[in-house]
């Protein structure tokens, strides 16, 4: 996998994302939360990600911004590492919900455990539905 974030794997569809939100499961790892749905797409993306910051807490576009490409930056750079073993696609928003102005170094900290549930969930998910067969 490579260390790009393309246009192909950002979440743009306003219809995906309604129904990200409105049937999709989420994990948190404070400040950061993220919300998935399995899902399809045409192209061979494993994921679509999208990422948001709450204008209530950071009025200004240029602290809502940075925080963004904080998240965009640790995204792109620790996707490969999340995404090997996955076969399946998914639909995600990276939504930060803090109120302080987080380092690059925390948002990879929280990043990082925060795909670490992600994975461990999907895992126990895909484990259950397995068992449930016949």
Known sequence: ??????????????????????SGQSVSAFPLRLVYLPT?????????????????????AVARNRIKRLIREVYRLNK????????????????????EKPTLAQVEARMSHLFDKFLKKVSETEKSNNDDMP
């Open 80 to 99: 490969a590492n999340y995404f090997n073993n996955i076969t399946t696609q998914y639909a995600f928003m990276i939504l930060y919900i803090g109120k």
């Open 40 to 60: 399809t797409f045409d192209d061979a993306i494993l994921a679509k990600t999208g990422v948001s910051v709450s204008k209530r807490q950071f009025k200004t």
């Open 1 to 22: 996998m490579k260390f790009t974030f393309n246009k192909k794997e950002k979440l743009k569809s306003k219809k995906l994302i309604e129904q990200l939100f409105a």
